[in-house]
Structure formats: structure tokens, C-alpha cells
């Protein structure tokens, strides 16, 4: 008689990667990308050196944008620029910013007015 063992990688739950790249995007670094040493990763056809390139593909490192903060590490998420407010009208990016609009007093989701109206405080008619 023989016994077969039969292993497979299996995918973790939607719900842990989910919190897990909430951790990350809460824990996001803004960084500065220098203007010196930064040379284009060489182009190969070989799948060894290909290996290589991928792995030691920048020559430079992401310095914070505040000085007191630590380096982002391999695995954090990094960003070069704030994302733009959308409660405020700012027509250079199309956004028409929440003022006038109407919201569900009784909604605590993206509809509802707390969350709409940025914090700012609402009238209802």
C-alpha cells in the first residue's frame, strides 16, 4: 500500500489581505525621490539575469519627506504627493467639492451627510 501526499499553496482570505493593505496604507510614507543616481535598470532578454536586474533594479533609496521619520522599508507603501481634498472645490483637477449637495442625514456610509460634508457641518431643509 502506498500513501500520496498531495500539498498545494492556497490563497489567504480576501478579508486578511484587505486588512492587511489597510495596515500598510495607513501606515504610508511620503518620500522624496532624489535627482542623482537614479539609473534606468539595464534590459535583458535573459530569464537568469532578469532575476538579478528585478532585484537590484534601482540604485537609489526613497528618503522621507519629514527628516524624523524612519526609511520606508521593501514592503511598505510609499507617496510623492498628497491626494487631493474632494470637500473643497478645486477646478484645475475637477473636483466640485461637496458644498450644495445633498446628503442622507441618517447614513452613517459615503452618502451620509457627516462624511460628506467633510466634518464641516450641514443644514437640512
Known amino acids: 500500500s502506498c500513501t500520496v501526499k498531495t500539498c498545494w499553496m492556497r490563497l489567504p482570505s480576501f478579508r486578511s489581505v ?29 530569464a537568469a539575469t532578469q532575476r538579478v536586474a528585478r532585484r537590484d533594479r534601482y540604485s537609489f533609496e526613497l528618503k522621507p519627506h519629514n527628516p524624523t521619520h524612519k526609511s520606508p522599508g521593501k514592503k511598505d507603501l510609499v507617496y510623492l504627493e498628497p491626494s487631493p481634498g474632494f470637500c473643497e472645490k478645486n477646478t484645475r483637477l475637477s473636483i466640485l467639492g461637496t458644498h450644495g449637495r445633498t446628503c442622507n442625514e441618517a447614513s452613517d456610509r459615503v452618502d451620509g451627510c457627516d462624511l460628506m460634508c467633510c466634518g464641516r457641518g450641514f443644514r437640512t431643509q
Open 18 to 46: 484587505g486588512d492587511a493593505l489597510i495596515d500598510r496604507y495607513d501606515g504610508a510614507t511620503r518620500v522624496i525621490v532624489p535627482n542623482t543616481g537614479i539609473e534606468a535598470p539595464i534590459q535583458r532578454n535573459d
